[in-house]
């Protein structure tokens, strides 16, 4: 009889930042999809997800992916936390993303999100001096050697296991402040997306743990002259992708700017630290796009211009952010009429 051991995570009930949790379940069969893992319950008065006298949670697993830590045939199961009656959780945001991305599937969105974070070592950045401040920015960006990068061994151990694990990491390039990553994800749907980033973020936390460096998503974790970190999402239906989609862009950068308080609602806590219409961002009142444009809030790459057709990128959301949320938030304004 086979023992497997399945790793069932899943997004608690903090506010206004939800983080992950995760536990393990020995089974005694092979798990190769959501309907092989069984349904799993926790305690919620632990997580802010219910009260002690009634503090059962149910996990229905959702995405199965094999573990790259623990090896094959062991695996990581990201669930949906459901209450005891079996409906969604108040906490659980994918089960609206669930719903709208059914009714606009026939539009087929699409997402890559860059997910920029920050590792720290000894309670501060990675490759901050135990006292002041490192030297400004300006060579840390895409930089190489180790008076200008650092951590370099955890985010090639975080990509490998991505990729071991068949997350579609679309790649990875050190950013503007010391410490400062960022991987991408996708192009997928909007779950494939949301549930990938997830399951990368598990990663990135539990393979610091083997290095002891941690990471935050921290929408400004240095104030001052230090870029904030964002989630840059990049987004596009297939009437975009198909030639003439540009004037499908527009439009959409139309209606995004007649929400633009309530997208921002829903980007991350903290994000108005970020957006100062500094460090390669447009401030948080204000809503402008523009092609090759890293100072508005929608960018339309310089490739989409010239092809004529492509995707936008909304480099408002924060670090911190739920991709439930967001994509939900960008389908909803962007699918609906
Ligand atoms: P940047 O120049 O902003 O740093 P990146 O290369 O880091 O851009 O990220 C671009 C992201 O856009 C990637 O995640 C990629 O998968 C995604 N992407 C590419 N094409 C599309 C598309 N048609 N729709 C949505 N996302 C896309
Ligand atoms: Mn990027
Ligand atoms: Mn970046
Ligand atoms: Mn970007």
């Known amino acids: 009889m086979a023992s497997i051991k399945a790793e069932y995570i899943w997004i608690d009930g903090y506010k206004p930042t939800a983080f992950l949790r995760s536990k393990t379940k020995v089974v005694d069969h092979f798990i190769r999809s959501a309907e ?157 997306v949301s549930d990938q980033l997830w399951l990368a973020r598990w990663l990135l936390y539990r393979i610091g743990e083997d290095f002891g460096v941690y990471a935050k998503l921290d929408p400004k974790p240095v104030i001052g002259d230090w870029n904030g970190a964002g989630a840059h999402t990049n987004f596009s239906t297939k009437a975009m992708r198909d030639s003439g989609g540009i004037k499908v862009i527009e439009e959409a950068c139309q209606k995004l700017s007649r929400k633009h308080k309530e997208h921002i609602e829903v980007y991350g806590a903290g994000n108005e630290s970020r957006l100062t219409g500094l460090h390669e961002t447009c401030g948080i009142n204000e809503f402008r796009y523009g092609v090759s444009d890293r100072g508005a809030s929608i960018r339309i790459p310089v490739h989409t211009a010239k092809n004529g057709c492509g995707y936008l990128e909304d480099r408002r959301p924060a670090a911190n952010m739920d991709p439930y949320q967001v994509c939900a938030k960008l389908i909803e304004t962007i699918c609906g009429e």
């Open 36 to 192: 092989d893992a069984p349904e799993w319950s926790f305690d919620g008065s632990s997580t802010r997800q219910a009260d002690g006298h009634s503090s059962d949670c149910l996990l229905k697993p959702i995405c199965v992916i094999s573990d790259p830590i623990r090896g094959e045939p062991n695996v990581l199961v990201l669930c949906e936390v459901l209450s005891p009656d079996g409906t969604p959780h108040v906490t659980n945001t994918r089960a609206r993303l669930r719903e709208l991305s059914e009714k606009h599937a026939a539009q087929e969105p699409w997402f890559g999100i860059e997910q920029e974070y920050t590792l720290y070592k000894n309670s501060r950045p990675f490759g901050f001096p135990e006292n002041g401040f490192p030297l400004p920015q300006g060579r840390y960006y895409c930089g190489v050697g180790c008076d200008e990068v650092f951590g370099r061994p955890v985010i090639e151990a975080h990509l490998t296991a991505c990729l071991n694990a068949d997350l579609k990491i679309s790649g990875i390039n050190a950013e503007v402040m010391p410490g400062q990553w960022e991987f991408q994800v996708g192009p997928l749907g909007p779950l494939e």
